[in-house]
T-cell receptor
Framework: DQQVKQNSPSLSVQEGRISILNCDYTNSMFDYFLWYKKYPAEGPTFLISISSIKDKNEDGRFTVFLNKSAKHLSLHIVPSQPGDSAVYFCAAIRRSGGGADGLTFGKGTHLIIQP | ETGVTQSPTHLIKTRGQQVTLRCSSQSGHNTVSWYQQALGQGPQFIFQYYREEENGRGNFPPRFSGLQFPNYSSELNVNALELDDSALYLC????????????FGAGTRLSVL
């Protein structure tokens, strides 16, 4: 049972336009969400995160939106650049618990920026 | 500042063998987590080590075990290898347990034949 779902395996966007990557989760205990970016032959690189007490977090060209009632988050990249072509993973974690649950990841979305 | 490093980068083993993968955490980080990423899937949490003790574990059998050393580096050991253990094994370090961002190494690609 997948607790974090990224339903688009791939997404193609023209350079300069907005890229929107989506993620849904089912576990209401998750209270912290992260996006990682992964190039081939490299490990995932942390991009941006958001706490469940917020609905938006912005960092340069990257903005993450969280809709708790819909259990949905999205990553917006504006404007999209060729170097943004990579696999993007959505991840979630329950920070408020006493133990270490680890990050729960989606399957990833391969973003391709077309020149 | 040194990032997370993993060794070896690639490894080929046969079914039933044992394997040890190594990870050096980022400078100043005291927590190490291990993940398994099968082809076409997202990383799956194996376990986490904090202060040399296992601090949390995902849904993996006991033949997956680990160690953390006083310098915060870590090992992942897998006994009685199965074909399905073929995957990319990722190590991530952080300062503290669940409270902070995890930073990943490039991984070890394990192939079990």
């Amino acid at each position: 049972d997948q607790q974090v779902k990224q339903n688009s395996p791939s997404l193609s966007v023209q350079e300069g336009r907005i890229s929107i990557l989506n993620c849904d989760y089912t576990n209401s205990m998750f209270d912290y969400f992260l996006w990682y970016k992964k190039y081939p032959a490299e490990g995932p690189t942390f991009l941006i995160s958001i706490s469940s007490i917020k609905d938006k977090n912005e960092d340069g060209r990257f903005t993450v939106f969280l809709n708790k009632s819909a259990k949905h988050l999205s990553l917006h990249i504006v404007p999209s650049q060729p170097g943004d072509s990579a696999v993007y993973f959505c991840a979630a974690i329950r920070r408020s618990g006493g133990g270490a649950d680890g990050l729960t990841f989606g399957k990833g979305t391969h973003l391709i920026i077309q020149p | 500042e040194t990032g997370v490093t993993q060794s070896p980068t690639h490894l080929i083993k046969t079914r039933g063998q044992q394997v040890t993968l190594r990870c050096s955490s980022q400078s100043g980080h005291n927590t190490v987590s291990w993940y398994q990423q099968a082809l076409g899937q997202g990383p799956q949490f194996i376990f986490q080590y904090y202060r040399e003790e296992e601090n949390g574990r995902g849904n993996f059998p006991p033949r997956f075990s680990g160690l953390q050393f006083p310098n915060y580096s870590s090992e992942l050991n897998v006994n009685a290898l199965e074909l399905d253990d073929s995957a990319l094994y990722l190590c991530a370090s952080s300062l503290g347990t669940t409270k902070n961002i995890q930073y990943f190494g490039a991984g070890t690609r394990l192939s079990v034949l």
